[in-house]
């Protein structure tokens, strides 16, 4: 079935540093692909999302690359901010067979200043 | 900007009681969706709607009805609530048409059930 896989629960960084949180999906298809991002006391929002396997999708300074061959959509950042805290969520769109996103489990961030 | 509305914004129930969570959306939206939230699990869909006076089970249905009385408004029924279902809930839209994929979430409702 569809499914959204996210490894890290939590991750640490120093301002400045690198950001990496891994995503892949199980599926049919050729969905969409999402990263929403939640701040504290807020609903999720759309960070980028990507239509076409192979493309990459950027927002703020976040990438995300849709790999069909390893059915991957990991979330990169060069340099994080203090103000990138929060959690992400890697999403799978709507496949040919169904009608709703799947949600991954989320990837807190905390970014030490 | 899309707007959905979520009403109350916490709330604090018994168990064995009805509880109602709300939505209003002025997007003009054909979908609404009823998401969980826990820590650990992420959003997990508990019922969705893509027209009035229809709903449709999501993947933890149990426990929770919905009703879509008009395209705005979107109901979260617990009709006999239980301390498992402590949660944050959220309600989402999105449009039906080709592109429109993007959910628009509201801030969310804190339900603490005792």
């Known amino acids: 079935g569809n499914s959204v896989t996210q490894m890290q629960g939590q991750v640490t960084l120093s301002e400045e540093e690198f950001l990496f949180i891994n995503c892949t999906y199980s599926?049919?298809?050729?969905?969409?692909l999402f990263w929403y991002v939640q701040y504290p006391g807020e609903g999720p929002q759309l960070l980028l999302k990507?239509?076409?396997?192979?493309n990459k999708g950027s927002s703020r300074g976040f990438e995300a690359t849709y790999d069909k061959g390893t059915t991957s959509f990991h979330l990169q950042k060069a340099s994080v901010q203090e103000s990138d805290s929060a959690v992400y969520y890697c999403v799978l769109g709507p496949s040919n067979s169904g009608t709703y996103q799947r949600f991954g489990t989320g990837t807190k961030l905390q970014v030490v200043p | 900007e899309a707007a959905v509305t979520q009403s109350p914004r916490s709330k604090v129930a018994v168990t064995g009681g009805k509880v109602t969570l709300s939505c209003h959306q002025t997007?003009?939206?054909?979908?609404m969706y009823w998401y969980r939230q826990d820590t650990g699990h992420g959003l997990r869909l508990i019922h969705y709607s893509y027209v009035a006076d229809s709903t449709e089970k999501g993947d933890i249905p149990d426990g929770y009805k919905a009703s879509r009385p008009s395209q705005e408004n979107f109901s979260l029924i617990l009709e006999l609530a239980s301390l498992s279902q402590t949660a944050v809930y959220f309600c989402a839209s999105r449009g039906a048409q080709r592109g429109q994929n993007t959910l628009y979430f509201g801030a969310g409702t804190r339900l603490s059930v005792l």
């Open positions: 997007n003009n939206h054909d979908y």
């Open positions: 599926t049919t298809g050729y969905p969409t």
């Open positions: 990507v239509t076409t396997a192979n």
